[in-house]
């Protein structure tokens, strides 16, 4: 079993739907959970960063993390052509890992106009 | 966000050459940094931690010798393929950690650089 599991997708909407993108995990340890978006033939961009659980709001962007669950979410609202691209969850805090990212697999999003 | 820069963009090079590739953290100072490698369609591989002021560690299966790094600087980390082949032909990724706390706020993630491509011939 995979530490973060995330489905690949390609998940394809029309332009103005909400999106929702998730990722599981194994380790209850982890403390830092990101979400990056990553263009073709670019590095990835950091869009949210959430410590612990809880809600945070950016924009068209959410991020929601439940470690109860063990569980991360990203919704992406009136979603835009733009914004198709393969959207990387990613966790960290094992300290004795040296706090590296442990990534998901991606999950590509395209959206129709 | 933090930006981090990385150069070459891209590059070429001839069989049995090195390549040197720059990450650089440009407003903000990274005692860690990290190096990735992505081949087409797949997520980033872990090649290696680069630490300021000592060795760095790699990640099993990962040459030391031929993924030489250096990270002299708060800022700065270095790449060297050495003795580059075509299958060293890939897209890397460099990271900075930023990590702060302050008061009730923890801060703990990685910003990215924009990517090499190496095409090695």
């Known amino acids: 079993q995979k530490e973060v599991e995330q489905d690949p997708g390609p998940l394809s909407v029309p332009e103005g739907a909400i999106v929702s993108l998730n990722c599981t995990y194994s380790?209850?340890?982890?403390?830092?959970f990101m979400w990056y978006r990553q263009y073709s033939r670019k590095g990835p961009e950091l869009l949210m960063y959430t410590y612990s659980s809880g809600n945070k709001e950016d924009g068209r962007f959410t991020a929601q993390v439940d470690k109860s669950s063990k569980y991360i979410s990203l919704f992406i609202r009136d979603s835009q052509p733009s914004d198709s691209a393969t959207y990387l969850c990613a966790m960290s805090g094992l300290e004795d890992s040296s706090y590296k990212l442990i990534f998901g697999s991606g999950t590509r999003l395209l959206v129709r106009p | 966000g933090a930006v981090v820069s990385q150069h070459p963009s891209w590059v070429i090079c001839k069989s049995g050459t090195s390549v040197k590739i720059e990450c650089r953290s440009l407003?903000?100072?990274?005692?860690?940094m990290f190096w990735y490698r992505q081949f087409p369609k797949q997520s980033l591989m872990l090649m290696a931690t680069?630490?300021?002021?000592?060795?760095?560690?790699?990640e099993q299966g990962v040459e030391k010798d031929k993924f030489l790094i250096n990270h002299a600087s708060l800022t700065l980390s270095t790449l060297t393929v050495t003795s580059a082949h075509p299958e060293d032909s890939s897209f890397y990724i460099c990271?900075?950690?930023?990590?702060?706390?302050?008061?009730?706020?923890?801060?703990?993630?990685?910003?990215f650089g924009p990517g090499t491509r190496l095409t090695v011939l």
């Open positions: 380790n209850s340890a982890f403390q830092y």
């Open positions: 680069s630490n300021e002021g000592s060795k760095a560690t790699y």
């Open positions: 990271s900075a950690r930023d990590h702060q706390a302050s008061g009730g706020a923890r801060t703990d993630t990685q910003y």
């Open positions: 407003d903000f100072q990274a005692t860690t």
